[in-house]
């Protein structure tokens, strides 16, 4: 049995359905002045009839759980929804349906899609080992191999001891630094396309922000993890869209019936499957000439000096600088690929979606980002947010973590 997170205005969990949230955001511009709107897009599009395949699917799923499945309210319906748009809207639809705890089956697969905070803490948190990821581990180790998301135990537990020393105070307080440069890519991009718009007359702007925050989280994670700078805020990276390609193939093998790329000749013979491969081909070459150029300058160290680094004066100051570095860590590069694609993939959606999340709420309570506002002017005033400075920042951390829901 999987468990899926699913994203919601009032949780802050993250999610290995791979969701494009349903909001978009529109930006009135005047001069000096913008006025910020979201608007979600209606999920109220009519139902899409049971078909053939619907019946079928679900009578496969009564038969292999010999007709008991369990007492949480089943997703039913036409299963055929989740191919033809982004599976958050099914996924959504099924939630004002049934509640936030509820089974999603359909052919073989079986999966608890949670959107209540309290009952994911429960299972992430509280009882982590009483719970498998099911075929999610399976769909994601392809991409993953046995990164900290769909590793074994045994691996799971290990890298953990390895990879946990690299969160230090030193290399956090150099993040926020980084945070904040690539942070100002994206504030200059919004800046010239407000000032593109003004000396056109002016008019709505529609800014997908989500796509806007994936690439800022993007080109982080690229420069925290590896120390490599995808642009991404600005131009389109062959290596980033490799990374969406293959998202984009694991959300189409979470949804599917039957495993048919795990057929001996699939992965030639089918063009999505080619495609896949290559995307991968793509994602791996980078990955393997920065491991191999971070071990050609290798300066082992033991972990209490590399944590006492001068941060602010080496030119990398990144997670896979630290792995490789460090003393008695002599980690082959497969696990090491493995966990820096990890990183890359389960850092940047749920980063992008939890800010769209947080700015949509924002947007349609102009007495929360007020207050927001007050609180980030009264902390930073003029200067660039630190690692101290941003734990100052209680409104704006509570109002991203709560979603706004509870204010
Ligand atoms: C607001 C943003 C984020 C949210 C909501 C979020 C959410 C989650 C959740 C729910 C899990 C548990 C998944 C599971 O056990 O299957 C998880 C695990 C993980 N996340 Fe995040 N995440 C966020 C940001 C990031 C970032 C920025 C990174 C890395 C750059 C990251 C890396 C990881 C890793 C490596 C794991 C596996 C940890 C382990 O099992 O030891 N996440 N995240």
Redesign the pocket.
Known sequence: MAVV?LQLPQV???S?TLPRTSSSTYFSSRKNCSLIKCQSTSTEEPKTKRNLVDNASNLLTNLLSGGNLGSMPIAEGAVSDLFSKPLFFSLYDWFIEHGSVYKLAFGPKSFVVVSDPIV?RHI?REN?FSYD?GVLADILEPIMGK???PADLDT?RQR?RVIAPAFHALFLETMVKLFTECSERTVSKFENIFETNGSLGGGTIELDLEAEFSSL?LDI?GL??FNYDFGSVTKESPVIKAVYGTLFEAEHRSTFYVPYWKLPLARWLVPRQRKFQSDLKVINDCLDGLIRNAKETRQETDVEKLQQRDYSNVKDASLLRFLVDMRGADVDDRQLRDDLM??LI??HE??AA?LTWAVFFLAQNPSKMRKAQEEVNSVLGQGRPTFESVKELVYVTGAIMSGFSSN
């Open positions: 997170m802050i969990s993250g290995l994911a992430l982590a990821k990164g900290l998301i799971w953990r989280a994670i925290g993890v990890t990183m389960a850092g749920t980063t939890v």
